[in-house]
């Protein structure tokens, strides 16, 4: 039955079948699966999957709308029941944006989302995000993170430009700074002066965490995963 269940929520997400989504992912819920195996097993993995032909050019931009959607409804559905059950509680506000010039969500969305469940407060600033829209939210909600996410090679180096000119505005010392996005790397996270790195979403929680805990204890430390 679960497993039956985990399978259909799989192949709902990648179909774009949102009925068949929330269907499967309550039976789980129902059936006392693991909220953190249900978000992880049966939807992280159906959109890093739809990513992968997405990049393959065999799954098309509609698909991958209807498909984000459907995770973020589904992924509301767990989340209290992972709350419920003792999930994880970091108390710390996470600041997120796609950086300017790029109009990709996908994989700031899935992090969004795991990093919700594992207990932080998220502002989602969405896409292509100016850089002044950065810094006057990191002014105003004074966040432990900064998350940058770009997918393209000529957007990532927006990422540098918000780190500057957060050091320009005063308040680099005070706010941890983690990127990711698919031409990133560690290499280019430690060239720009990021304090953080990931490679998928599930590394981006566990930095985050670190990240979290080393602003607490103002160590200054920087973090880096994949």
């Known amino acids: 039955m679960v497993e039956e269940a985990f399978a259909r929520l799989h192949e709902a997400v990648l179909n774009a079948d949102e009925e068949a989504a929330v269907k499967a992912t309550r039976d789980l819920l129902d059936a006392g699966a693991e909220p953190q195996a249900i978000l992880e097993r049966g939807l992280t993995e159906a959109m890093t999957e739809l990513g992968r032909r997405w990049n393959r050019g065999e799954a098309f931009l509609p698909e991958v709308v209807a498909a984000a959607e459907i995770f973020k409804t589904c992924s509301d559905l767990v989340e209290p029941a992972l709350l419920a059950r003792g999930g994880r509680k970091a108390g710390h506000l996470v600041l997120m944006g ?17 990093l919700k469940t594992a207990g932080f407060e998220v502002s989602d600033l969405g896409r292509d995000v100016p850089t002044e829209r950065f810094v006057e939210e990191a002014a105003r909600l004074r966040p432990k993170i900064v998350g940058l996410s770009a997918l393209l090679t000529t957007t990532m180096l927006e990422q540098r430009t918000v780190i500057q000119a957060l050091e320009a505005a005063g308040l680099r010392p005070d706010v941890r700074v983690m990127v990711g996005g698919a031409p990133v790397t560690a290499a280019w996270a430690d060239e720009i002066g990021a304090d953080g790195y990931a490679a998928n979403a599930a590394e981006a929680v566990e930095v985050a965490l670190r990240l979290a805990g080393a602003a607490a204890q103002d160590t200054g430390g920087r973090d880096t995963d994949g």
Do not use: Y
């Open 98 to 114: 796609t950086v300017k010039g790029d109009l990709h969500d996908l994989g700031k969305n899935i992090v969004t989302a795991m």
